[in-house]
């Protein structure tokens, strides 16, 4: 929340009292420490900041578009011009007065003295840079490329001691949950959902990983962990990205649909309310089902990486003793068929020796069949007389 002085200064440009600073905006990374010059900029360099151009009109922007008309003319008589026109932006070159006007800071950042006229023209400038100066303490971090935040003077402390008493109160909501791997994971899973620059989390986290990415986190950014952590829909907003994760909630951009419905289309606001509708409830219990049932099946990397376990057991494992059963009942029927087979032989050659086998006889020649049915027929012939 930003101080009373400082809405004043944004809704009202006049100010002529006190000091601003103009202090550097330090961010760091994995590899870089806030206090490096890495963190910000080298001893020596210099950023130049003039009146910029709307993206629009293409035109200079006017800095003192804040004032009245009786502000701006004080403005002139200050700076020793004859009227206030002399301040207006569209002037031809060589007589504006906003052309080649510079401001240069360092690493250091500056001082302005709102009293004096150079110094305010000068913080009129840099206000108007606002792709490059923060608006307020509070979001420095809000864009990427902002470079430096003014502060008033005697707002420092104040913001000094606010920033430790949100720190304190961050660090005691992180108490909370310091003791649960996964409550950790899932504030990073969920900064990770809700914030654009935020850094995925890996897969598999350990206890140290989160506790260096909340720290650093609420060090840099203790609001951004209070509003998270705070968050009344957190355990819902949890259970998205843990779906999304798995597969159970797509995501297109900003958009967000449960099993490929496309009845459930939605941006994340609209999915929070879509899953905690009572009408839902059914959705809702079946994306946690599925995702236990997920949770209990190990990861194929898992399965991959467990060791192969040896059999414990001697050579004569259950198998070789149903081999060995197999080839001692074969012995033992060889064996009764060699004993069989023996006993046979013997029975044959006592046989043999008893019995005199007699060669067989050759067939009777045609000649003698013929001679025989002859003797019979004459046989016959003379019984029959």
């Known amino acids: 929340m930003e101080t009373l002085l400082q809405e004043k200064l944004q809704k009202r440009g006049y100010i002529r009292h006190g000091r601003i600073k ?9 590899w870089v420490l806030p206090e490096s010059d890495s963190a910000f900029m080298n001893a020596g360099a210099k950023h130049e900041y003039v009146v910029p151009n709307s993206l629009r009109t293409g035109q200079l922007i006017d800095p003192l578009r804040d004032l009245t008309t009786e502000e701006k003319a004080q403005v002139a008589k200050e700076l020793g011009l004859p009227s206030a026109d002399y301040l207006n932006v569209n002037r031809p070159t060589k007589d504006n007065y906003w ?43 809000n ?12 707002e420092q402390e104040k913001l000094n001691n606010r920033k430790f008493d949100i720190k304190k109160e961050a660090y005691m909501q992180f108490g909370r949950i310091e003791g649960s791997l996964e409550k950790m994971t899932d504030f990073l899973w969920l900064h990770y959902l809700t914030n654009k620059e935020a850094k995925r989390p890996p897969n598999n986290a350990s206890i140290d990983y989160c506790k260096n990415e909340i720290g650093r986190l609420i060090d840099d950014k203790p609001g951004v962990f209070l509003s998270i952590i705070t968050d009344k829909d957190f355990n819902t907003k949890v259970l998205i990205q843990k779906a999304i994760n798995n597969g159970l909630i797509t995501r297109e951009g900003m958009m967000f649909t449960v099993f490929g419905e496309p009845s459930s289309k939605s941006d994340l606001q609209g999915l929070i309310e879509y899953l905690a509708d009572e ?4 959705i809702r219990l079946s994306i946690i089902g599925k995702l236990q049932a997920l949770e209990n099946v190990p990861p194929p990397e898992a399965i991959r990486q467990e060791p192969i376990k040896k059999e414990e057991k001697e050579p004569d494992t ?23 087979n023996s006993k046979l032989q013997a029975e044959n050659e006592e046989l043999k020796s008893k019995v005199n086998i007699k060669k067989p006889v050759g067939r009777p020649s045609a000649k003698a069949n013929k001679a025989d049915k002859d003797n019979d027929a004459t ?5 029959n007389e």
Do not use: C, H, W
């Open 143 to 154: 864009k990427g490329t902002y470079k430096f935040v003014m502060v008033m003077e005697e």
């Open 22 to 30: 103009v202090e550097p905006i330090r961010r760091e990374s994995d």
């Open 318 to 340: 259950i198998i070789n003793k149903d081999l060995e059963e197999r080839l001692k009942k074969l012995e033992e029927f060889s064996r009764d068929m060699i004993e069989k």
């Open 99 to 141: 052309i080649n006007r510079v401001v240069i800071l360092d690493r250091n950042g500056k001082y302005l003295d709102l009293s004096v006229i150079s110094d305010f023209i000068s913080y009129k400038i840099l206000q108007a840079n606002t792709d490059y100066i923060a608006p307020s303490y509070e979001e420095r971090y």
């Open 379 to 383: 046989s016959d012939n003379k019984k």
């Open 279 to 282: 009408r839902n409830n059914n």
